[in-house]
C-alpha cells in the first residue's frame, strides 16, 4: 500500500489549502536561497580581498624600472652648498602594460657615509617612519617630518622621533661633471636601510 492510499484509509490524509506550499518544496527553496546567498558572500569576500592582496604584493609585482639614473645637474654646484638642496626627480617606472611618470623628492647634502661621493651624499626625502616627506627646516639646520614629528640632521643622521633609523642615502656618480642618482624603495619601520626595489 502507498503512504497516500494508507494516509486514505487511515483518514490522516492531508490537502493542501490554497496558498499553502508543500514542505518539502519550502526546504528546497530555503536551500536555494542559502545557497544564492553563499555563492554572493563568497563573491563579495573575493572582491574586497583584491586590494588587500594588491597592497600585500605591492610594489613586489607593481613597479619595475631597472637601471634608471636621473641627472641631478653639475657636481660643482654642491661643492660649496652649505645647506641640504632639495630636488624633484621624474621617475619613469612600468606599472604592468602603463609607463608610470612620478616625481620623487630628493636631497643633496654633505656627509661621510658609505656612499657618499667626495663628501656629497644625495637622501630620499621618504621618512623611514611611515613613509610621509620628511622636510628640510632651514631656520633650525635640521630635516623634520610633519608626520610624527622625527628629526634628522644635515647629512640625514637620526635625531629624534618615531623613525626607526637614519635617513636613506641613494647610491650616486658622476658622469661628464654630472652629478647622477639612482632612485631606490627602502623598507620602512626597520632599524637597518632595506632596498626593497632598486
Ligand atoms: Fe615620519 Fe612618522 S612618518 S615620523
Redesign the pocket.
Known sequence: MTEKAHERETGTLSVNLPGEVEPGSVMSRRRAVGWILGVGGTAVGALLAIPLIRSALYPIFARSRAGTWSNVGSENQYASASTPMRKVLKIVESAGWQKVTSSKVVYVTKGSRRGSLGGIEVLTAV?P????E?QWEDGKKIFY?P????KFAPDGKYLG???PRSMDTLPIRVADGQLMVHYEYFRNLVPQKEVIIS
Not at 617612519?129 to 610621509?132: F, P, R, V
Open positions: 621618512c617612519h611611515l613613509g610621509c620628511v617630518c608626520c610624527h614629528g622625527s622621533g618615531p623613525a
